[in-house]
């Protein structure tokens, strides 16, 4: 739906019904047309992610399970934490919700970008838009169109993609959000798996997806070394929250 929203389509009832039949590449090349990596292409994705949101999100950010149990995952000690993040989401609200609990959080929107201190580290992968957008030095390019998503497959042996691999090497990924339908981060992982050597009972990590998702795609994400699991959207926070209470050895 954000394609749509950015070519101003979303109020396009036969477009929006015919989406579904549509790739994803598909529709990255719509995106193409006015993709001018420029500041009016920005405003319009900014539009997209934020027009039906509130100015004050911390009514909706309060009954969010879905981020409370993201969050859950980072603000642990004795059971250890989830102290980095790679999101392919442009949007701050993940970002806002841990600065309302008190975290401060590191923003990276390059891989070449510093680590600071702080509690969270989010990595934006695909450009960083927050709700309140302040004028930036040289914003990183927001990954949305089919051709800027093919100059980011022509980095697959730097930028970004060698950041994933390597974090692979000393932690088992958990993927959420994503359908399974991007070859690119398919890539990614099949390189990973590639390099990296563990026991054989192990994977590179564990990926969340809808049924529908997952009967599409588990086959090509298990090819890849990922452990496909499938659950409803509304069992994925009780699903978040059952592994912090593993960790710690409580009954789920």
């Not at 477009?15 to 090349?29: G, T």
């Not at 102290?83 to 609990?101: A, C, G, H, I, K």
């Not at 009972?201 to 890849?224: A, C, H, M």
Request: with cysteine; aromatic share 8%.
């Amino acid at each position: 739906m954000l394609i749509a929203k950015v070519l101003g389509k979303d109020g396009d009832r036969d477009y929006v019904k015919r989406m579904p039949s549509k790739s994803v590449q598909d529709l990255r090349e719509e995106v193409d047309e006015i993709d001018s990596n420029d500041e009016e292409f920005r405003r319009k994705v900014h539009h997209a992610l934020y027009s039906e949101l509130k100015e004050n999100l911390l009514p909706q950010l309060q009954v969010s399970p879905l981020l409370l149990a993201v969050a859950a995952l980072m603000t642990g000690v004795t059971r250890g934490r989830v102290d980095s993040v790679v999101t392919y989401n442009y949007d701050d609200l993940l970002e806002q919700y841990l600065r309302m609990l008190g975290l401060s959080v590191c923003v990276r929107t390059l891989p070449t970008d510093l680590s600071t201190r702080s509690d969270i580290e989010l990595n934006y992968v695909h450009g960083r838009i927050p709700q309140r957008e302040t004028i930036t030095v040289s914003p990183a390019r927001i990954i949305l169109s089919e051709k800027s998503y093919r100059e980011r497959r022509s980095e697959i042996d730097a930028g970004w993609s060698d950041y994933i691999v390597h974090g692979l090497y000393s932690k088992i990924g958990l993927f959420l959000g994503l359908s399974g339908d991007d070859e690119a981060i398919k890539d990614v992982l099949k390189r990973a798996q590639g390099r990296i050597t563990r026991n054989s009972e192990y994977y590179t990590g564990y990926w969340v997806l809808t049924p529908n998702s997952f009967n599409k795609n588990q086959r090509s994400i298990l090819d890849v070394g990922m452990c496909p699991i499938p659950l409803e959207k509304d069992q994925i926070p009780q699903f978040m929250f059952a592994i912090c209470q593993s960790a710690v050895g409580l009954p789920v």
